[in-house]
T-cell receptor, first 109, second 115 residues
Framework: GQSLEQPSEVTAVEGAIVQINCTYQ??????LSWYQQHDGGAPTFLSY????GLEETGRFSSFLSRSDSYGYLLLQELQMKDSASYFC??????????FGRGTSLIVHP | DAGITQSPRHKVTETGTPVTLRCHQT?????MYWYRQDPGHGLRLIHY???????DKGEVSDGYSVSRSKTEDFLLTLESATSSQTSVYFC??????????????FGPGTRLTVL
């Protein structure tokens, strides 16, 4: 089976940098994804890492270490609109992603 | 935005009644998924489909059935709704499975309340 651990809540101030960690266990590994979900909305895709290292997309970056079964999402220059829930999802041998329980990011002015 | 809709968007029903939720896509994606989202549990997979008439169970499939008779439609049925099935249900689609084709696009969700 597959399981993931991520913090339930993270708080930060506007303009700061925040890192949301995700550790996973899986049989076989194909990739780690990140999704954002605002209150009352649908999850939207942010990034996908299949290989070790950092992937950058604007203010958001995602990192993967397959040897440590670990990844993180890095958000820079935080804005109020970044307040949302962030989910990591691991794709293992079944090719179907399993989602973590989500991290609620609260950005304060 | 990916063309994916869900109907109804909100539904209130009584325990023991059957309920069917519909997911419709216009992207011709092969994979379709049904998730439920509950506080503290994130997104949990109910069932998924990898083609017309091809479906498989997810981690929380008990009490749910699905059907996919056309590429564009994926139905989720609660044969006899229970209060524990009160939740927000999301449909998602993806071009394929594994690799970057695994990127999922989500519908707007259906809020179901079982009294």
């Amino acid at each position: 089976g597959q399981s993931l651990e991520q913090p339930s809540e993270v708080t930060a101030v506007e303009g700061a940098i925040v890192q949301i960690n995700c550790t996973y266990q899986t049989s076989g590994f194909y990739g780690l994804s990140w999704y954002q979900q605002h209150d009352g909305g649908a999850p939207t895709f942010l990034s996908y890492n299949a290989l070790d290292g950092l992937e950058e997309t604007g203010r958001f970056s995602s990192f993967l270490s397959r040897s440590d079964s670990y990844g993180y999402l890095l958000l820079q220059e935080l804005q109020m609109k970044d307040s949302a829930s962030y989910f990591c999802a691991v794709t293992g041998g079944s090719y179907i992603p399993t989602f973590g329980r989500g991290t609620s990011l609260i950005v304060h002015p | 935005d990916a063309g994916i809709t869900q109907s109804p968007r909100h539904k209130v029903t009584e325990t023991g009644t059957p309920v069917t939720l519909r997911c419709h896509q216009t992207e011709n994606h092969r994979y379709m998924y049904w998730y439920r989202q509950d506080p503290g549990h994130g997104l949990r997979l109910i069932h998924y489909s990898y083609g017309v008439k091809d479906t498989d169970k997810g981690e929380v499939s008990d009490g749910y059935s699905v059907s996919r008779s056309k590429t564009e439609d994926f139905l989720l049925t609660l044969e006899s709704a229970t209060s524990s099935q009160t939740s927000v249900y999301f449909c998602a689609i993806s071009e394929g499975a594994g690799g970057s084709y695994n990127e999922q696009f989500f519908g707007p969700g259906t809020r179901l309340t079982v009294l």
